[in-house]
């Protein structure tokens, strides 16, 4: 199996995969700047539309991961538009808008879309969790400081690489492809 191109320029993201991927003995390597951006409001649309251009413009194996953050009293925003979100308002503008509310409840969401030898396999991943009313620990990226998974006191910005892929939306998501992509052809639409 040649090495699968993660198509991202963030390298938090990147180890977090490459963290998994080794426990799958699959080899990736990091694609930066290829991901061409579909305007869409659904990650899975968003993920096999970006990984079917990149692998027709590179031909070779593709991974295209994307995620959100849907926090339940702000009806799910910032959902797909957590990138924009993070850039424009950052973590203390979320916190500011979550400001005096109880229901902390939110889950980031993940969608990967693989394509490899002319197959394209999908999953998704779901961490759910609470909202901080401060920003707590310098690892990880954009709202890691802020959110709390459920079954553990520490933030993920607080956790290491490996601590945070046992719970993760994106870790569940790459290990379900992974099995998907070993276990192969079930589930798969081919070109
Ligand atoms: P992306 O489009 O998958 O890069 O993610 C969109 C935005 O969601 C990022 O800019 C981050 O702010 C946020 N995000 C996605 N995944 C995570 C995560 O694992 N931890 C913290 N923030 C995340």
């Known amino acids: 199996m040649p090495k699968i191109c993660v198509v991202t320029s963030n390298t938090h993201k990147f180890d977090e ?16 700047g290829l991901k061409l951006e579909i305007q869409s409001d659904n990650l899975e649309d968003i993920v096999l539309k970006s990984a079917l251009l990149a692998y027709l413009y590179l031909n070779k194996p593709i991974l295209v991961e994307d995620a959100g953050l ?8 910032p959902g797909p538009y957590s990138s ?3 850039k424009t308002l950052g973590v203390n503008g979320i916190l500011k808008l979550m400001d005096g509310v109880t229901n902390r409840r ?5 969608a990967v879309a693989l394509v490899v030898n002319n197959r394209v ?10 909202i901080t009313t401060y920003p707590r620990g310098q690892g990880g990226f954009g ?3 802020i959110f709390i998974p459920d079954g553990e006191s520490r933030t993920f910005a607080e956790m290491s690489v490996s601590e945070k892929n046992k719970h993760s939306h994106r ?3 790459i290990r379900k492809i992974f099995e998907l992509l070993l276990n192969v052809n079930h589930n798969a639409t081919y070109l």
């Open 17 to 32: 995969i490459s963290d998994v991927s080794r426990e799958y003995g699959v080899e990736v390597e990091m694609c930066p």
């Open 70 to 77: 849907f926090i339940n009293a702000l009806n799910g925003f």
């Open 84 to 86: 924009y979100v993070y």
């Open 106 to 110: 939110a889950c980031f969401k993940s």
């Open 121 to 130: 396999l999908s999953a998704q991943g779901e961490v759910c969790g609470v």
């Open 143 to 145: 709202f890691d400081p």
């Open 171 to 173: 870790a569940k998501a």
